[in-house]
Each structure stands twice: as C-alpha cells, then as structure tokens.
C-alpha cells in the first residue's frame, strides 16, 4: 500500500474482538485476544490504526444476516440448543453497505465503528423468527441463565454518521 498513493482505508474486522462483559460494549471498550480470531484481529487493527501513511477507519460488523447469508440455516431443526437466553448481536447486509457508504461519502477516516442493528432479541426468538420466515423446522432452545455474553452498541455509528439503520430490529430480518 505503500508504494501505490493508497491514503484512505475502511478495514471490516468484527465485533468479535470484544470480550463477553455480560454488558453493553462499545468502541472505547478494551479488548482481550483470548483466540486466534480475536488475536489476529485485534493486531490487525492496531497496525493499520498506527499507519502513518494512510488514515484507516475500522468497520465491526456483528452477525452478518441478508443476501445469501440465511441465519435460519444455522439453527433450523436444532434441538436443545445451548444459549435461547443470550442477546444477539446482529446486522443486515442493508446496513453493512449503508454505513460503508456514508464513511466513504462523509469522509470519515480515523475511527473505529460498530455495525450492529438497534434491538438485541434472544438467540431463540431471533432464530425462530428466521426459520419461520423461511419455513424450516423451528429450533427448540435451552432457557437457562445468560453466562458468556456482550451487547454491542450501535450509538458511534448512528451519532457519527448521522445514520439510521435500515434493519433496527433482527426479528425482521
């Protein structure tokens, strides 16, 4: 990138970088490589983050749902899954090229963005909404007690950007 005038970068890692805080995480949280994923990510970010030759803006896309990304596939006929309790963290592809369009067009470079939609439903009801959009067998969800889990904020994105997502609520998806 050096050699080829490259003076702006939207790099799209993931909210995956955040630790499960069983609280609402946002880009000032601090961030913990406890995976390989997470690892890679993170340092990736960092580098391009600290590149003085170019400005780079992180995108952090949640779970990615539109275009051929089905979420109904994931879970449709599952039986006793783990985590029907748990918050969700999703964003509609509509959303993902929406913010993308609004940082190139506003020229928002230097920033670290969550891409997230507004409302955070169960894991069962965000997954039996799906299968039931798409007719497949619904899934049945263990209800135990919420353990590992982090609710990503999408405040940054919308105050920055001015933006208003498309797709705020993933039970619609």
């Known amino acids: 990138m050096y050699g ?26 601090t961030l913990e490589a ?5 690892r890679t990510l993170i340092e990736a970010e ?3 983050i600290h590149n003085k030759n170019f400005k780079t803006t992180v995108l952090r896309p949640a779970g990615l749902v539109g275009g051929n990304r089905i979420a109904a596939r994931w879970f449709a006929g599952k039986q006793n899954a783990s985590g029907g309790n748990i918050p969700v963290n999703m964003v509609h592809l509509e959303d993902c090229i929406g913010v993308s369009h ?20 169960t894991k069962a009801e965000f997954y039996t909404a799906q299968t039931q959009k798409y007719n497949l ?4 969800f263990l209800m135990e007690k919420p353990t590992d889990f982090k609710i990503v904020s999408n405040e940054k994105s919308k105050r920055l950007l001015t933006y208003k997502y498309k797709k705020p609520k993933p039970t619609e998806f």
Not at 34 to 38: G, I, N, V
Not at 102 to 121: K, M, S, T, W, Y
Not at 137 to 140: A, D, M, N, R, S
């Open 102 to 121: 609004e940082v190139i067009r506003q020229g928002i470079f230097g920033e670290i963005l969550n891409l997230c939609a507004d409302e955070h439903p």
């Open 34 to 38: 406890k995976t390989p994923s997470q």
């Open 4 to 29: 080829f005038g490259i003076k702006k970068v939207i790099f799209v890692s993931s909210t995956g970088v955040y630790p499960d805080t069983k609280t609402v995480v946002n880009e000032a949280t």
């Open 137 to 140: 067998e619904i899934p049945t």
């Open 46 to 48: 960092t580098i391009l």
